[in-house]
């Protein structure tokens, strides 16, 4: 969600002025499995969290596979 910034001026002459913000409303989910970008078809125990880019959605995978014996863990740049 964007950050949400009032800016109030306090020169003004006609004095306090009312200012309200509303926050945009959403479908929210109480649930990790219940969000709609997330594939939970192998939710086990121990399950792992893989973003899946060809589907653009959050994918648990119960097992990790390499074909060059390597594993590399990156999680990106923020």
Same mark, same amino acid.
């Given at each position: 969600m964007a950050n949400i910034i009032a800016k109030i001026n306090? /020169? /003004? /002459? #006609?004095?306090?002025? *009312?200012?309200s913000v509303q926050v945009p409303s959403s479908t929210s989910s #109480?649930?990790?499995?219940g969000l709609s970008d997330v594939n939970?078809? &192998?939710? %086990?125990?121990g399950a792992l969290i893989?973003?899946?880019a060809s589907t653009q959605k959050f994918t &648990? *995978?119960? &097992?990790? %596979?390499?074909?060059?014996?390597?594993?590399?863990f990156s999680g990106g740049q923020f």
């Open positions: 306090g /020169n /003004n /002459n #006609s004095g306090p002025q *009312r200012v #109480s649930t990790f499995k939970v078809t &192998t939710l %086990e125990d893989q973003y899946d &648990t *995978r119960t &097992t990790i %596979e390499t074909t060059t014996g390597t594993l590399k």
